[in-house]
């Protein structure tokens, strides 16, 4: 593994923020930014995980050619452009080292580069096919794409070893920039997986890279700055493994590794990690039945949050502590957080926004807010937020389309109205076949006891037939 040291056969070039890939962003945030490359994407047939992190990499230089993929979804974006007029480097320009070791081609993919992107020997040419340092050929990537049945197994199985040595020769190796970018696109990579897939299948792969980051920190880091990388990634990894083990039932686990990112949080001083863990586990408090600790825990996540200058981030936290009240039938706390939370999301996105907000939208507002009104018993409105929550979700989040309909489903059911709330649920079961979630089938249950006694309704002994019909949450 390639450590940050082994630079003597090329020294780093000072990076050149690409100002033309900032302006072509306009007032949009690096996350709604890549949320339209990522529409832009599919409407192409190309599969890229863009997220806030890549466009800020961008921007800032870091990414001086992108790769194939990436350049047919921008050149399709911005028609009639080259890439030089989008500010990034001809490839012809971009050369360097003739070979580089196995890992740093890794981190290279693992950072959505192509391996001529950055210092590779390819200039203007598609890599060749039989070339070691072909992305798409290495082992180490061959080996992550495993075969596998099922629409979500195989897409765990591209979780793999993510450019993370997890041998006995890792602990006597320091980690270096390649080894601290390979766990940030594990977290990219799970979340990117969970936004399509959902929870069940991926938590036992997630919990492998896991595993690998906390051995990389334990090995030391080549630079300070390398070192804080790999806590935050770290941190964020263990946040994302635990969101798994949340979504597929498995609270004590969540819990644990919850726990385990606010501890590095604390070591690091890092105020963003903190906020992100506070979060979920306030989040995780309110599902497991714990409404106090939901409210003291996203609290505590505002304190940590507020010097950060995200609105965004705060109106989320407000939500998790309308949440809390809403368990502890409080229903002036929770009509005031709500409050609070629609006021500081309508200023609006900021570069300050965490990456890791890139769900959270008007869909994902209103879809809490469902969650509120349903734990207060008022169905009604609970069921028209939820379907605003469905209206407005971006495709790319099949588990949160499947999640608001569940929702919808179960509130129009509660509020005397079985035959909608058959269709909603009709749809979920639909749904179902890509994305696997293990409390998304809870809520379906729930729905399904409520529905019995209608099933001469229209629609209602389908959904109770075919729900009947579903196999059992598988735990990966």
Do not use: K
Not at 175 to 188: D, P, Q, Y
Not at 198 to 221: F, I, K, S, T
Not at 224 to 251: C, K, M, N, P, Y
Request: glycine share 8%; aromatic share 6%; proline share 5%.
């Amino acid at each position: 593994m390639a450590s940050s040291t082994d630079t003597s056969a090329q020294p780093d070039r000072p990076l050149r923020p690409n100002t033309v890939f900032r302006q072509l962003r306009g007032r949009r945030s690096p996350a709604e930014f890549a949320a339209l490359v990522r529409r832009a994407a599919r409407e192409i047939g190309e599969r890229v995980s863009c997220d806030a992190r890549y466009v800020g990499r961008v921007e800032a230089g870091e990414i001086r050619c992108p790769n194939y993929a990436y350049e047919r979804v921008f050149l399709h974006m911005f028609p009639g452009r080259t890439l030089t007029d989008l500010g990034f480097a001809p490839r012809s320009t971009v050369r360097g080292r003739g070979a580089r070791p196995a890992a740093a081609a890794v981190a290279a993919a693992a950072a959505h580069e192509h391996p001529c992107d950055r210092d590779a020997p390819y200039g203007a040419h598609r890599p060749y096919p039989n070339d070691p340092l072909n992305h798409e050929e290495s082992d180490v990537l061959r080996r992550a794409f495993m075969t596998g049945t099922g629409a979500t197994v195989a897409a765990a199985a591209t979780l793999g070893p993510l450019g993370i040595a997890t041998d006995a020769s890792a602990a006597s190796r320091r980690a270096g920039t390649s080894e601290a970018a390979a766990v940030e696109e594990a977290v990219r990579r799970i979340r990117l997986l969970d936004d399509q897939h959902g929870a069940d299948g991926l938590y036992r792969r997630a919990a492998e890279p896991l595993r690998a980051a906390y051995a990389l920190l334990d090995a030391g880091a080549t630079r300070q700055t390398t070192a804080e990388r790999l806590h935050s990634g770290a941190g964020e990894l263990a946040i994302s493994v635990g969101w798994l083990a949340h979504d597929s039932g498995r609270f004590d686990d969540a819990r644990s590794h919850y726990a385990e990112a606010l501890a590095t949080s604390r070591m690091t001083g890092d105020a963003a990690l903190e906020a992100h863990a506070f979060c979920n586990t306030a989040f995780l408090a309110r599902d497991a039945g714990r409404p106090r600790e939901a409210v003291r825990a996203a609290q505590a996540a505002q304190r940590a949050a507020r010097p950060l200058g995200s609105p965004r981030l705060m109106s989320l936290l407000a939500l998790r502590e309308a949440g809390g009240w809403a368990g502890l039938a409080d229903r002036t706390g929770c009509e005031q957080a709500l409050v609070r939370a629609q006021a500081l999301f309508g200023r609006g996105v900021s570069d300050a926004d965490p990456e890791w907000m890139s769900f959270y939208g008007e869909a994902e507002l209103a879809g809490l807010e469902a969650q509120c009104w349903s734990t207060l018993g008022d169905w009604r409105r609970a069921s028209r937020h939820a379907r605003r929550a469905t209206r407005l979700q971006d495709p790319h989040f099949s588990r949160n389309i499947a999640l608001y309909t569940a929702e919808l489903a179960d509130d129009l059911a509660r509020d005397g109205h079985p035959d909608e709330a058959a269709t909603a649920g009709l749809r979920v079961l639909d749904l179902l076949a890509q994305v696997q979630s293990s409390r998304i089938q809870s809520m379906l249950a729930g729905t399904a006891r409520v529905l019995l006694p209608h099933r001469r309704a229209s629609g209602v002994a389908e959904f109770l037939d075919r729900h009947a019909s579903l196999p059992r949450p598988r735990r990966g």
